[in-house]
C-alpha cells in the first residue's frame, strides 16, 4: 500500500468498528471475506486553527480511523489566524466524539484506555508535559500487561504520539523527552526478543513522531537512502535556506503564541527560527542521519519584527562535533501568504555536500515542476559531475500543507503505527526533534549574547 498514493484521494466516512485490544507491534482482525479490517481510536489534543482547518477534517475522512476524544482546556478556542473556530461542543457533535478538559480527565475515563494513539496540536511550550503523560499512560499500560501475563508476547493497547513541531522549546525538556522513550526501549528489549517492528520504540510506546510532513515526502525518503548508502561519503558542509510568506503572522502584536516567549525564563525568544525553521533543520537532520551530524556550536545574528520583537529573519553558522559546517539562513519577508487563495509558496534551497557527491534541492513547495532533487556524483565515479535526478516524476515537494483528503505522509504513518503495522516510514523521531530544539536555542542565545554559543544537551 503506497502512503503517496493515499494521500491524494478522499475517503468517505464510514461507521467506526468497535474498538479493539491491540497485540504487541500487531493488530488486526479478520473480517468475514479472511482479510484484515481494523480501526485507529484517536485523540486530537488542543482544538485551534490548525486542528481545526487540518487535523480533524483528515482523521474524519479517513476510514480507518474514528476520532475517539477532543481534549482542550477552554470551551471555545480562539485564534487570530481563523476567528471563525467552533467550540467543544459544535465539534463534538461535528465528529461525533466526547470533549475533554485536560489529558488527564480522559485518561481517568474509560473511554481513555480504548485511545491509540494522540496527536498534540497545543502552544509549543505545553508539548512536554502532555507528551510526558503520555509517555507514563504508555509505561502504564505495558507494565500492568506484563504483570498480569506470564507469556513472553504480552496483548496490550500501545500508545502511539504524533506531535506537532517543534517538538519543544526547552533543550532539557527535549532531552527529557528523548531519554524517556530510550528508557522505553530498554524496557522492551529486556522483556522479549521480538523485531516484528524496528521503527516502534517498545515498551508501552508505538511510536513517538514529531509532524514535519516534509520528512516523510518521497524525496526527502530518497535523500536519505542516497546519504545513508554512503553515495555522498562523509558529510562536511550544509547550506540551507527558507523563506516564508509569513510576515503577517510575526507583524501581528495578538499573535502572542507565535511571537512571545513564554514565562518558563528558558526561552529568549519566539518567531520565524521556532515556527518554520524547524521544518528545514529536521529535514536536514533526518536524511543526513541526526545520529552522524551532530550540532556542537552555533553562531546567529537575527532581525525582529518592530511590531512585535518577534524573529523574521537569520542567518546563523553551524559547527558540528564531526568538524562539518552548517550555513542556515532564513526569513518570513518573502511577499505574500502561504494561506491564501491562491497560495503564495514558500521557497527552500538545500545543498548537501560530502567527500563523494553532493546533494541538492530547491524550489518553491506550491509548485512540484519548480525543482527537483539532484546527486552531483563525486569523483570516485568515472562520470564525476554527472547529475542523476532523485523521484524525476515527482519534481520539488516539501511541506503537505493541503486542506483536502486524508493528510500528509506523515499522519498516514502516525495511523499505521496506531494499527500495529511495521512498514511505516520513520521521518521525524525523538532524536531530530532533539537536534532541531538544540540548534534553534542556541540561535537564540547567539543571538542575545553576540557570541558564538555551545549546544546545551
Not at 95 to 109: F, G, I, K, R
Not at 269 to 287: E, R, T
Request: glycine letters at 8%; hydrophobic letters at 35%.
Amino acid at each position: 500500500r503506497s502512503n503517496l498514493i493515499r494521500c491524494f484521494f478522499s475517503y468517505q466516512r464510514q461507521t467506526p468498528a468497535p474498538s479493539f485490544s491491540n497485540r504487541l507491534f500487531a493488530t488486526a482482525t479478520a473480517d468475514d471475506d479472511g482479510g484484515t479490517s481494523s480501526t485507529a481510536n484517536i485523540v486530537l489534543i488542543g482544538a485551534g486553527w490548525w486542528s481545526q482547518g487540518w487535523h480533524l477534517p483528515h482523521l474524519y475522512r479517513n476510514e480507518k480511523v474514528n476520532i475517539a476524544a477532543i481534549v482542550d482546556s477552554t470551551p471555545h478556542p480562539k485564534s487570530n489566524l481563523n476567528p471563525n473556530l467552533e467550540p467543544l461542543a459544535t465539534l463534538a457533535q461535528r465528529y461525533d466524539c466526547p470533549v475533554y478538559h485536560s489529558l488527564t480527565d480522559l485518561l481517568q475515563d474509560p473511554i481513555g484506555q480504548t485511545i491509540d494513539g494522540a496527536i498534540i496540536c497545543t502552544p509549543h511550550s505545553t508539548h512536554f508535559n502532555i507528551g510526558k503523560e503520555l509517555i507514563a499512560e504508555g509505561q502504564r499500560r505495558y507494565e500492568e500487561a506484563i504483570e498480569n501475563n506470564d507469556e513472553e508476547e504480552v496483548s496490550y493497547r500501545p500508545v502511539n504520539v504524533l506531535m506537532e513541531k517543534p517538538m519543544t522549546t526547552n533543550v532539557m525538556e527535549a532531552r527529557e523527552l528523548h531519554e524517556l522513550l530510550a528508557n522505553r526501549r530498554e524496557d522492551q528489549a529486556k522483556s522479549t526478543t521480538s523485531t516484528t517492528n524496528n521503527a516502534a520504540i517498545g515498551g508501552g510506546i508505538g511510536c513517538f513522531l514529531i509532524n514535519h510532513s516534509a520528512n516523510y515526502r518521497p524525496q526527502a525518503r530518497a535523500a536519505h537512502a542516497l546519504i545513508q548508502s554512503g553515495k555522498l561519503g562523509t558529510i562536511r558542509h550544509v547550506s540551507a535556506f527558507f523563506a516564508s510568506p509569513l510576515s503577517w503572522i510575526f507583524d501581528d502584536p495578538s499573535n502572542t503564541g507565535w511571537n512571545e516567549p513564554d514565562d518558563s525564563g528558558e526561552m529568549l525568544g519566539n518567531g520565524f527560527a521556532w515556527g518554520q525553521s524547524s521544518h528545514l533543520l529536521a529535514w536536514i537532520y533526518h536524511v543526513t542521519g541526526s545520529e552522524h551530524l551532530v550540532p556542537s556550536r552555533v553562531y546567529c545574528a537575527m532581525t525582529t519584527s518592530e511590531a512585535t520583537g518577534a524573529d523574521v529573519s537569520h542567518a546563523a553558522t553551524i559547527t558540528c562535533e564531526n568538524g562539518a559546517t552548517f550555513s542556515l539562513s532564513g526569513t518570513s519577508l518573502l511577499p505574500g501568504n502561504a494561506h491564501s487563495d491562491p497560495p503564495v509558496g514558500k521557497r527552500i534551497k538545500i545543498k548537501i555536500f560530502g567527500t563523494k557527491g553532493a546533494l541538492l534541492f530547491s524550489g518553491n513547495d506550491r509548485d512540484p515542476s519548480s525543482g527537483t532533487l539532484e546527486w552531483l556524483r563525486g569523483d570516485d565515479h568515472d562520470d564525476v559531475g554527472a547529475v542523476e535526478v532523485q523521484c524525476p516524476e515527482l519534481g520539488f515537494q516539501f511541506e503537505d500543507l493541503d486542506q483536502e483528503g486524508i493528510g500528509p505522509e506523515s499522519m498516514q504513518c502516525f495511523i499505521d503505527s496506531c494499527l500495529g503495522r511495521d512498514d511505516y516510514y520513520l521521518g521525524a523521531d525523538c532524536l531530530v526533534g532533539l537536534r532541531s530544539v538544540q540548534t534553534i536555542d542556541a540561535m537564540y542565545r547567539s543571538h542575545v549574547s553576540g557570541n558564538c554559543e555551545n549546544v546545551k544537551g
